[in-house]
């Protein structure tokens, strides 16, 4: 079975530009997270996704939002993008409460 | 709020066990988790452990939890330079609702000495 994939793996954005990042779970999954990691504030909660609504949010600006689809695919945006969100982006997924699968991740650089 | 703690950094000699702590605050969480991140990676699921159990062994892991103490434990027995890595512990929020929010401690780095 193919594991939670994430595109891109690397993006390069400027300052105030927005950006969209894509998360496909894992087949059957209908949960998808995401995290963003840095290595000042660690592994921090964005929001969390299940069945095309949002279940739970993290503590993040309105500037990074999310979105599923039917299919349980999930996109999260960042608009007027900052220094700060430079960041590896993860997603997970799952099937069952206490089991998450996390992608490779997508490296955003803000310049 | 959540807390999760970790030592920063371990190293051990390679066929030695390797013991890495965690400590967390939410006396609720009903699951705690060990993840392994290697270089340029995302995270990887080593186990979990339901908060009623005291002890998990899955091949050469093995979760110990002190619920009294809030102490979560992993150990790596006969460790390999192939589990250099950094290792991080985390609860799952349990707030009476449906949530797969985990709570992340700061990892600890594990470097395994040939």
């Known amino acids: 079975k193919a594991g939670v994939t994430q595109t891109p793996r690397y993006l390069i954005k400027t300052r105030g530009q927005q950006v969209t990042l894509s998360c496909s779970p894992i087949?059957?999954?209908?949960?998808v997270s995401w995290y963003q990691q840095t290595p000042g504030q660690g592994l921090q909660f964005l929001f969390e996704?299940?069945?095309?609504?949002?279940?739970n949010k993290g503590n993040f600006p309105g500037r990074f939002s999310g979105r599923q689809f039917s299919n349980s695919r999930s996109e999260m945006n960042v608009s007027t993008l900052e220094l700060g969100d430079s960041a590896l982006y993860l997603c997970?997924?799952?099937?069952?409460?206490?089991?998450?699968?996390f992608g490779p991740g997508t490296r955003l650089t803000v310049t | 709020g959540e807390d999760v703690e970790q030592s920063l950094f371990l190293s051990v000699r390679e066929g030695d066990s390797s013991v890495i702590n965690c400590t967390y605050t939410?006396?609720?969480?009903?699951?705690l988790y060990w993840y392994k991140q290697e270089p340029g990676a995302g995270l990887q699921l080593l186990t979990y452990?339901?908060?009623?159990?005291d002890m998990k062994q899955d091949q050469r892991l093995t979760v110990l939890l002190n619920k009294k103490d809030k102490h979560l434990s992993l150990r790596i027995a006969d460790t390999q330079t192939g589990d250099s890595a950094i290792y991080f512990c985390?609860?799952?929020?349990?707030?009476?609702?449906?949530?797969?929010?985990?709570?992340f401690g700061t990892g600890t780095l594990l470097a395994v000495q040939p």
């Open positions: 985390a609860e799952r929020e349990d707030y009476g609702g449906a949530t797969n929010k985990l709570i």
């Open positions: 087949s059957g999954h209908r949960s």
């Open positions: 996704y299940f069945s095309e609504t949002q279940r």
């Open positions: 939410d006396s609720s969480s009903t699951y």
């Open positions: 452990i339901f908060s009623n159990m």
């Open positions: 997970a997924s799952s099937l069952v409460a206490y089991e998450q699968y």
